[in-house]
């Protein structure tokens, strides 16, 4: 890593950083809870920018990726809130800010940013692993590696829709219908997730993005303590 890369990335943390814990303690802590949650849109594509950011040799397969994520991710969202056939009896309030079809526009930059994170996260810890695997004489099939990595970064992002479910409802983001989060939620978020992790995976694009680790790491702590005391 090069000067230039490792002061971009410790900059981009440092604002990450900035964002989120002036955040948790503008909603646990303060009056001004409400003007926190409405500025959630900006927190996001704040978030997404800064990763475009980060990514070292961005090519149009990088485009591409966040292009399919930014669409798919949306227009599931628009089947589930208007048909219920994904996800579950859902709608989403005003808290992130303009919709279409019922759907924050910021729901794409949101999509991206898990599928993006969970990718990058999941693709540096097994990387060391199988450097480790590689030290001591062994080799780990390409299929392998692909089924590990997909099952891996699949988990880590359903694990992340269940941190944020409640936290999401208290918020205003979300609500669901019957007042309970169905498992047919997560069944959505385990398909429609490994789908786009393969896509992340598959694509010839620079994976290895130490930021993007860093984010994923301080959300699930963000939304771990939001969860903990809202």
């Not at 900035?18 to 948790?24: I, K, R, T």
């Not at 208290?170 to 019957?178: A, E, I």
Request: net charge positive; aromatic share 18%; with cysteine.
């Amino acid at each position: 890593m090069t000067k230039k890369t490792a002061l971009l990335n410790n900059t981009a943390l440092f604002i990450a950083l900035l964002f989120h814990v002036s955040g948790l303690i503008g909603i646990l802590y303060t009056q001004q809870k409400d003007w926190f949650v409405q500025h959630t849109a900006l927190n996001l594509s704040l978030m997404a920018a800064l990763l475009f950011i980060t990514q070292q040799q961005k090519n149009l397969q990088f485009f591409l990726f966040f292009g399919i994520t930014f669409i798919s991710g949306f227009c599931v969202e628009i089947i589930g809130v208007n048909t219920a056939a994904l996800f579950g009896n859902y709608n989403y309030g005003e808290a992130l800010g303009p919709k279409l079809f019922g759907v924050p526009l910021v729901i794409g930059i949101n999509w991206f940013i898990i599928i993006y994170c969970t990718g990058a996260a999941t693709q540096f810890y097994e990387d060391r692993i199988l450097r480790t695997i590689a030290e001591k004489g062994f080799t780990v099939t390409a299929r392998m590696q692909l089924i590990s990595f997909i099952t891996d970064a699949v988990l880590l992002a359903v694990f992340f829709d269940w941190l944020i479910e409640p936290v999401a409802v208290k918020l205003g983001y979300w609500r669901w219908n019957n007042e309970s989060v169905p498992v047919y939620n997560y069944i959505c978020w385990l398909m429609i997730s490994a789908l786009l992790l393969w896509l992340f995976r598959t694509l010839k694009f620079n994976r290895h993005n130490i930021f993007a680790v860093h984010l994923l790491i301080i959300q699930l702590l963000f939304f771990f303590v939001l969860r903990t005391f809202l």
